[in-house]
């Protein structure tokens, strides 16, 4: 598919990342087949599957997969074999309820296995446990989560459920509890929910044996704020809890003794002089730790920041134009030399260049055309 160059600063990129970037191509022996990229589209039609160009970053559509409407989000099995998505349908089985579904994956096709009803309306995340074996669904409009035990890629009915009934202070988005983002910690032995209209985290026991959760307190955020996602940092003792309407970021201690979290800092993504439309909304950390990304909706940017790798803290190094509107999901690629945007309201995905040894992001991109993407996945 033909890419169209962003009109932007054009980025100074040394000649080490350059080789670097071409080293990762095999050069001796059979040429390996191009790593797949599948992308969860907002539309009535499937799964949309490419192929991942590693050196010149370039997308190329190859089919659409696993027919399912309005996929807000999907994720692997630990082992690649299946794949789990949420259908935001208004209803599934004749109730009022979104989808979870699951795929074995072959190649490039996603093969039905099970679908499941999620526990109520606006089904927007799914998160599988690190067993493979539990699988948790946010439901953003019916404010409630459940999770289902997973046997070989098939989902079997809801073990457990809650309908939250907390509600922040927003007249306008916190009316009532929105669940958002489904998250596990570091050693598997707990489980999270974001709900974005409560302004809290909810904490639970795991028994991944059953896929049972069980109630283990709850994380406070700002009043107002509204958190949509967490994210574990590497060094496995802190987590990121990026607040949506404040577009703020917490940075919070995780306790493996009792699964609790305790904020240690926040941080504005904003200008003291920014009055427009904002809404934070994803997170990306390196791998080795040491970069962390934070895009934002309303003025349609993303942060980039410099992170402790014992603690935590941030340390901004800038901002740059996702490239579109509306940024949905952002993802580094295997390599982490390419960051990835789903721009939700324009149709595209945006590709800028990432220097490894700083963190630092191009600003000058390409884009390609998909629509509606909602979450981008390295096969």
């Known amino acids: 598919m033909a890419m169209k160059i962003l009109s932007r600063r054009d980025f100074l990129w040394t000649a080490s990342a350059a080789a670097l970037a071409a080293g990762a191509a095999p050069s001796l022996g059979k040429a390996l087949p191009p790593p797949r990229v599948l992308v969860a589209s907002k539309t009535p039609g499937s799964i949309l599957v490419f192929d991942w160009d590693t050196v010149e970053a370039g997308l190329t559509r190859l089919s659409e997969s696993g027919r399912l409407a309005n996929v807000e989000w999907i994720t692997f099995s630990p082992d690649r074999k299946y794949l789990f998505a949420a259908s935001e349908v208004d209803s599934y089985n004749g109730k009022p309820t979104g989808e979870v579904a699951g795929y074995r994956v072959v190649n490039a096709e996603l093969q039905p296995i099970s679908a499941q009803n999620s526990a109520g309306a606006g089904t927007c995340h799914v998160a599988l446990d690190r067993t493979g074996r539990v699988l948790l669904a946010a439901d953003y409009f019916g404010g409630s989560a459940a999770s289902f035990l997973v046997t070989d890629g098939r989902i079997g009915p809801a073990v457990w459920s809650e309908h939250y009934a907390e509600h922040g202070p927003n007249p306008t988005r916190q009316q009532s509890a ?60 802190n987590a990121y809890s990026i607040n949506e309407l404040s577009s703020t970021v917490d940075l919070l201690e995780w306790s493996k003794n009792s699964g609790g979290l305790t904020r240690r800092a926040s941080y504005n993504l904003l200008p003291a002089d920014y009055h427009g439309a904002t809404a934070a909304c994803d997170t990306v950390i390196s791998k080795d730790g040491k970069s962390v990304y934070f895009a934002n909706r309303g003025n349609n940017a993303i942060y980039s920041f410099r992170a ?59 884009s390609v055309a998909v629509a509606a993407p909602m979450c981008i996945l390295f096969a």
């Open 178 to 237: 929105h669940a958002h983002f489904a998250s596990f910690s570091p050693d598997n032995r707990y489980a999270y929910m974001n709900d974005l209209g409560g302004d809290c985290i909810h904490i639970y026991s795991l028994d991944a044996e059953t896929a049972m959760l069980h109630a283990n307190g709850i994380y406070r955020a700002d009043p107002g704020s509204g958190p949509r996602t967490l994210h574990f940092h590497p060094n496995g003792r």
């Open 308 to 366: 402790d790798q014992g603690t935590g803290k941030l340390t901004p190094l800038g901002s740059f134009a996702c490239g579109g509107k509306t940024p949905r999901h952002i993802v580094l690629d295997p390599t982490d030399r390419w960051m990835l945007a789903a721009n939700q309201d324009s149709d595209q995905i945006s590709i800028f260049q990432r220097n490894p040894q700083t963190g630092l992001i191009s600003e000058k991109g390409k």
